[in-house]
Each structure stands twice: as structure tokens, then as C-alpha cells.
Antibody, heavy 120, light 113 residues
């Protein structure tokens, strides 16, 4: 069955970097766009970034543009989020999520999430 | 950016009764090219990832119980849960997928009265 498993979360100091990974299985990863969505403690969902199936189209939320980079390795069925210049407000559970067929930018499946804590 | 605003922020409904959650978009998320509303609803239970319930404003995702329904067009949308069950306790979010950034509403917490 379909699975998305995030990893790479942890505690990091402000200004430092962290790289999240999301291992996909149970579907044709290279055929689908992929998203990152986050949820800060006690807050709602915030969309972060999306990448098309071949990596040719990428969009970011303004709050992370210039600091975060979404990428993918279709040969390894893995999605990444490189997070640089981390701030306290980046503390959140980060979810990897699958886009719907035909690149609608509709999220139809989510991973369990990984917690990133930015703190000195 | 498209702003999504949900109401109410929370509500409590008795078991077996109807729950209604509203979502407003500004501006519209109705596409003139395909006459479809780029609006989805998600259910988020504690300790679980969010789950897609409704897309195109009113199309139920496969496996979602029929008591969940979506309606509306343009800028005003509604998620209705008929005959509320205990397992429906969750936070519900609307999201537009019309244009980047793909913004969510602030969420509505649904509890049992």
C-alpha cells in the first residue's frame, strides 16, 4: 500500500540548516508531484512547497522562499526539503504529501510527519 | 495570495446531529476554464496525518462516508457532516489549490456536545 515516511527532523539552533527526507513506496513516485506542508505547535496547516513529477516546476510559500529548497530523486523514490537559515517560527511538524493525478496541486495523501524544533 | 477564512473556529454538536462548517475564499477559486472550484476539505485527527475528504468543492474522496458532503461555489463553501459520529471529532480544514501559495483555512475544531 501507499506509504510516505519522513525523516531528518530534530532539534537545531537558529540560523543552522537541516535536511528532511521523505521515502515513498506503493505508488509510481516519478509520476506525481509532491508537497511539503507544516504545522506549528498549536497552529493550523501551512503549505510550504510543491515540486512537479520531474522537478521542472517548483513553488514556495513566501515564508520559506530563499531559505528552503524542495527537490527529489526519482531513482530513489525520495523527496527532500533542504532548510537553511532556520528561525524559531520554522518549528513545526513537517508533512510530506502526494499530489493528485494530472498535477492538480491537490494533496490526496499525507505522510505521518517529522518534528523540527528550532531552539537555542 | 488567496485568503481562506473558516467559520466557526470551533463547534460542538450532539451525536447524530448535523455539523456545518463554512469556508470563504478571497478571491474566488472558481476556474473559468473548466467551471470547477479548486477547493478541498481535510479532516485532521490528533496523532494522525490529515485526510482528504472532499475535492472540487463537492466530490467525495473514495472511501469517505456519505455523511460527509461539500457544497458551494466561487467564494463560499460548506462542509456538512450529517448524523455526527464520535469518530468525526477532529479539526477540519479547507484549502484552495487554484493558485500558489496553496493556502489553508485556519481550521475548525469539531467536538461532541
Amino acid at each position: 500500500q501507499m506509504q510516505l515516511v519522513e525523516s531528518g527532523g530534530g532539534v537545531v539552533q537558529p540560523g543552522r540548516s537541516l535536511r528532511l527526507s521523505c521515502a515513498a513506496s506503493g505508488f509510481a513516485f516519478s509520476s506525481y508531484g509532491m508537497h511539503w506542508v507544516r504545522q506549528a505547535p498549536g497552529k493550523g496547516l501551512e503549505w510550504v512547497a510543491v515540486i512537479s513529477n520531474d522537478g521542472s516546476n517548483i513553488y514556495y510559500a513566501d515564508s520559506v522562499k530563499g531559505r528552503f529548497t524542495i527537490s527529489r530523486d526519482n531513482s530513489k523514490n525520495t523527496l527532500f526539503l533542504q532548510m537553511n537559515s532556520l528561525r524559531d517560527e520554522d518549528t513545526a511538524v513537517y508533512y510530506c504529501a502526494k499530489d493528485s493525478p494530472t498535477w492538480l496541486h491537490l494533496i490526496d495523501y499525507w505522510g505521518q510527519g517529522t518534528l523540527v524544533t528550532v531552539s537555542s | 495570495d488567496i485568503v481562506m477564512t473558516q467559520s466557526p473556529d470551533s463547534l460542538a454538536v450532539s451525536l447524530g446531529e448535523r455539523a456545518t462548517i463554512n469556508c470563504k475564499s478571497s478571491p474566488s477559486v472558481l476556474s473559468s476554464s473548466n467551471n470547477k472550484n479548486f477547493l478541498a476539505w481535510y479532516q485532521h485527527k490528533p496523532g494522525q496525518p490529515p485526510k482528504l475528504l472532499i475535492y472540487w468543492a463537492s466530490t467525495r474522496e473514495s472511501g469517505v462516508p456519505e455523511r460527509f458532503s461539500g457544497s458551494g461555489s466561487g467564494t463560499d463553501f460548506t462542509l456538512t457532516i450529517n448524523s455526527l459520529q464520535a469518530e468525526d471529532v477532529a479539526v477540519y480544514y479547507c484549502q484552495q489549490y487554484y493558485s500558489s501559495p496553496y493556502t489553508f483555512g485556519q481550521g475548525t475544531t469539531l467536538e461532541i456536545k
